[in-house]
């Protein structure tokens, strides 16, 4: 694992029976495996991929998040993308 993420990030041991150390990965896992895993059989790798991708898709640009303001990630994104942009270009330095 250490040498698939390289400098990408960084790996830190959790001890077994302390999901709270880190939340949103066991958030995760909660919902990848009771609403994609759980429920398909996958007959190869090519399948399994497919299968997941669709269901990345679907978290990602169709289903809503309340914890988002109902927006979706994608649109959510988006949305500070440009809020980023438009305080950048206020905050131009004129001298």
């Not at 077994?16 to 790798?45: A, T």
């Not at 997941?52 to 990602?60: Q, V, W």
Request: hydrophobic fraction near 25%; proline fraction near 4%; charge should be negative.
């Amino acid at each position: 694992m250490a040498d698939w993420a390289g400098t990408r990030t960084g790996l830190s041991y959790i001890p077994p029976g302390s999901p709270w150390r880190n939340g949103y990965v066991e958030s995760f896992n909660s919902r990848i495996r009771d609403e994609c895993l759980s429920i398909n059989s996958f007959y190869s790798l090519l399948h399994a991929q497919v299968i997941i991708g669709d269901r990345k898709d679907e978290y990602n640009h169709h289903r809503r998040h309340a914890s988002l303001g109902y927006l979706t990630p994608a649109e959510y994104a988006r949305q500070c993308t440009h809020q980023m942009e438009t305080d950048d270009s206020q905050n131009v330095r004129t001298e």
